[in-house]
């Protein structure tokens, strides 16, 4: 009787607040990020600052089971309904449910082999999968790297019943399964996809059902190593959550009389493609509303073939769930050249803005920017002004003369490089970083690239961030909504880059490249830009968490990511320095409790999992994992326990994940 009272109190704690309304059950995580807001939120308050350091691993379950793969990093964040644990494990992307109290595999689902599948650039990309109930039943939907829809049903892992229809493919069911190819409407074989020519698409997120509706996004070959200037859309596609069918596609390559279509001169919205929505999806379920976070255009350096400002790549598109039309959108990067795509799904909070309540999303960048949006209208809850660019000189290039800079929240990262920011541990570290740079072009946020056969001499531009730095997918952003407050993890980075003349990057092989016509001007490379004797170029923190508070915008603390790594600490050009607690220079993995933030350190990082007081960032207490956290982790309430699971790989570990629990 003792042990039901304590049980049903925990679960009364659990309960969501208003504020956290966003279809989830009291201690389940039913979206990749925690709820449709993407928040990675979830108020549960049984591990707190009194026992986090008593946490211990309660099972390790072994993701590499399931397919060859050679890397240790692992993408995926379970999510937790019905009582059981959902993802996805290897190339295939099997879909996996799990005991979440004893790590068990309860059920697995895969797609039977298909052409397009080997040529899928995503095959180990999978972050998750998604979840709904559709009449009293809870369903789980997959989208594969082939690019399939499934829907199965969640206790069984059979194919939904009534759902899709057959494929004309050996081995797949004859239910519970769409071909999305056929809804973005390019010719195509069934097994082999869209012809390498024309392009191709693939899937590396999972989709989010809002309104009964399953919207899908999609990934494309990295950006950096296309050298053609042809692709398909990333186009979003609507589907009936309980009966597959076709809804609706929004083009997000706008054509002729479609708002944004005069954003693409020189025709290229007709042969163009990519501003995929490769990250996971956030919506406004009250509202109705989804949001689309785009990827650069084709492709990520050289742009001449495509000029103006490229709607709707590099934005945040609100598109009515039930309709598939567009409510409002915000573009962050006009014409791209960076690969600055938007990595992240938006995060939704209501917040209270000079006394007045505002529905909010912010925007997590790579360039460091948090964009701060009226999520009903697009509004900037404050101002976003257009200021001016440096202009770049790549012939033939289309340069924008101004990119959208937010007043606040101020910049969570170094934009940019300046001599200031260089490495000064000892004066000879210091001039040898000033060598390094005297040979690149170095300036503000957006400084242009420069070509191989720049006037200059010069081996190369640095761009900081890098493509890598910023917030980006491996950590992101976490809030808590009852506070209002906002938690980014984040990188400081600095890439060298150079363009060459895109023959030289062509293998010439029309199977391994989207498209058919060779760039003027392509990726060349980092142009050997690097720091000094293996350091990084620029002071420290080489990581970092920032809150934020987004009632006012401001600023509250930032901390470092863990601790200084040990081949800093013991490089023998600084034993004689005292150096600060510099963080790792890897993105922090990170989730909002009632009671705590919790962060691993992420890859590259230590194996290491931090609890940290919410309102100051003074960290609480510290437990070992086996290895590195890879990607997000979450929380979920199980039989009155709370469990905390992260995915991991590296030092000698394969790709699993691991649950904590107290003891």
């Excluded at 490769?278 to 509202?287: F, I, M, T």
């Excluded at 990827?295 to 598109?319: C, E, K, Q």
């Excluded at 925007?363 to 697009?378: D, I, M, P, V, W």
Aim: glycine share 10%; net charge negative; aromatic share 10%.
């Amino acid at each position: 009787m003792i042990r039901f009272w304590l049980v049903s109190v925990a679960f009364l704690l659990a309960a969501p607040t208003a504020a956290t309304a966003q279809s989830n059950l009291a201690g389940e995580w039913r979206y990749w990020g925690a709820d449709a807001a993407s928040t990675r939120y979830a108020p549960l308050d049984q591990i707190d600052a009194t026992n986090f350091a008593d946490l211990e691993v309660a099972w390790l379950w072994k993701a590499d089971n399931y397919g060859p793969s050679v890397e240790t990093i692992y993408r995926a964040t379970p999510i937790y309904a019905e009582g059981k644990l959902f993802t996805v494990a290897g190339r295939r992307r099997a879909v996996v449910a799990i005991d979440p109290a004893t790590g068990e595999t309860l059920w697995t689902y895969r797609e039977p082999h298909t052409t397009r599948w080997e040529r899928s650039w995503r095959q180990n990309h999978g972050k998750g999968v998604a979840y709904a109930e559709v009449d009293g039943r809870g369903v789980v939907y997959l989208v594969s790297p082939a690019f399939f829809l499934h829907a199965l049903d969640a206790e069984s892992g059979l194919p939904l019943a009534g759902f899709g229809g057959s494929v004309d493919l050996r081995g797949f069911p004859e239910q519970g399964v769409v071909d999305l190819l056929e809804g973005l409407g390019h010719p195509y074989d069934p097994d082999e996809g869209i012809d390498p020519r024309v392009g191709s698409i693939t899937n590396s997120s999972p989709p989010i059902v809002v309104d009964g509706v399953v919207v899908i996004g999609n990934s494309n070959l990295t950006g950096r190593f296309e050298t053609r200037t042809e692709n398909v859309p990333g186009d979003i596609l609507g589907y009936d959550a309980r009966t597959g069918e076709h809804l609706w596609t929004f083009n997000v390559i706008p054509g002729p009389g479609e708002v944004g279509h005069d954003t693409w001169e020189n025709d290229a919205w007709s042969f163009s493609g990519n501003a995929n929505a490769w990250p996971p999806l956030s919506a406004d379920v009250e509202r109705g509303i989804v949001y689309i976070p785009t990827d650069a255009p084709t492709n990520d350096y050289y742009g001449g073939f495509r000029p103006g400002d490229n709607l709707f790549a590099n934005s945040i598109v609100a598109l009515d769930a039930r309709t598939g039309e567009r409510v409002w959108h915000f573009q962050t990067v006009h014409h791209d050249i960076w690969d600055y795509d938007n990595p992240l799904p938006p995060t939704l909070l209501d917040v209270v803005v000079d006394g007045r309540p505002v529905p909010a999303l912010v925007q997590t960048t790579k360039q460091a920017f948090a964009y701060a949006l009226n999520r009903e209208t697009g509004e900037p809850i404050w101002p976003i002004e257009e200021l001016p660019v440096p202009p770049g000189d790549v012939p033939n290039e289309s340069y924008s003369p101004t990119q959208p800079f937010p007043t606040r929240p101020a910049a969570f990262e170094m934009q940019g490089l300046t001599v200031d920011d260089l490495i000064d541990y000892t004066p000879e570290l210091r001039r040898m970083a000033l060598d390094i740079v005297a040979g690149y072009q170095i300036g503000p946020l957006y400084s242009p690239l420069l070509h191989s056969e720049n006037e200059l001499g010069l081996r190369g531009s640095v761009m900081c961030p890098g493509a890598g730095g910023g917030a980006n997918i491996p950590g992101g952003p976490v809030a808590d909504p009852e506070t209002g407050i906002l938690y980014v993890v984040s990188v400081k980075s600095c890439m060298g880059r150079v363009l060459i003349p895109g023959q030289e990057a062509d293998d010439g092989s029309d199977d391994s490249r989207s498209g058919s016509t060779v760039v003027e001007w392509h990726y060349g490379g980092t142009a050997g830009f690097a720091g000094p004797e293996g350091l990084p170029i620029f002071k420290p923190p080489y990581g970092r968490v920032t809150a934020i508070d987004m009632n006012t915008g401001e600023t509250l603390w930032w901390i470092p990511n863990g601790d200084t790594p040990s081949r800093i600490a013991e490089h023998p050009l600084l034993q004689s320095v005292d150096l600060p607690n510099t963080g790792q220079p890897s993105h922090a993995t990170a989730l909002v409790t009632r009671t705590l933030l919790m962060y691993g350190e992420g890859r590259e990082g230590e194996p290491r999992f931090h609890a940290v007081d919410k309102r100051t960032g003074e960290r609480i207490a510290t437990v070992d994992v086996p290895a590195p956290t890879q990607t997000a982790p979450m929380t979920y309430l199980h039989d009155g326990r709370q469990y905390v699971v992260m995915a991991i790989g590296g030092d000698g570990v394969s790709a699993s994940l691991v649950a904590l629990r107290l003891p």
